[in-house]
C-alpha cells in the first residue's frame, strides 16, 4: 500500500466543496477534520462521507477508506491505483431515504496510464450508531478514452 499524501496547510479541499460565499473550502476545513479525525469528527452526513471518501483517494488514505466502508461490503485490504491523478468530483444527488439511510449520486473523473475515466455512480450509505459508511454502489457509466 502506498504511504498517505498530505496536503499543504491551507491547500483547496480535493473535493471541490465550496463555502457559503462561493469560495472552495481548505482541505483542514472541509474533508480533512474527518479524514484526520476518524475517531473524534465523524462525517455529518451521506454526502459529508462521500466527498471525504473521494479526498481520500486523492490523498491515498486507504486506512480511512477502509474504516468508513461498512462491514458487510469491506474488503479486507484495499490496493488504490499509485499513479492516479484524480480531476474532480461532481455530487449531482443526495437523497435520505430514512433517518439511517442515504443515497448519493456523483460523478469522479481521473488519469490513470494516460487514459481519462470518468466514472458515474450512485453509492448507498447507512448510519450506524451516529456514523455514516459506505455500503455499495451501482456503477451508472464509467467511460475510459486517450488524452
Not at 444527488?93 to 458515474?120: C, I, K, L, M, P
Request: aromatic share 8%; proline share 6%.
Amino acid at each position: 500500500m502506498k504511504p498517505a499524501r498530505h496536503p499543504p496547510t491551507g491547500a483547496a479541499c480535493p473535493c471541490g466543496r465550496l463555502s457559503p460565499r462561493g469560495q472552495v473550502l481548505a482541505y483542514e476545513a472541509c474533508c480533512g477534520r474527518y479524514i484526520e479525525h476518524l475517531d473524534r469528527q465523524p462525517a455529518p452526513d451521506a454526502e459529508a462521507l462521500m466527498r471525504s471518501r473521494y479526498s481520500a483517494f486523492v490523498r491515498a488514505q486507504a486506512a480511512y477508506l477502509l474504516a468508513t466502508w461498512h462491514s458487510s461490503q469491506r474488503p479486507t485490504t484495499l490496493e488504490l491505483e499509485p499513479n492516479a491523478r484524480w480531476l474532480g468530483l461532481q455530487v449531482r444527488q443526495h437523497h435520505t431515504t430514512d433517518a439511517e439511510h442515504a443515497e448519493v449520486e456523483f460523478v469522479a473523473r481521473y488519469r490513470v496510464a494516460g487514459r481519462a475515466v470518468r466514472q458515474h455512480e450512485r453509492s448507498r450509505f447507512v448510519r450506524e450508531e451516529g456514523r455514516w459508511y459506505y455500503v455499495d454502489g451501482d456503477v451508472m457509466d464509467k467511460t475510459e478514452g486517450d488524452g
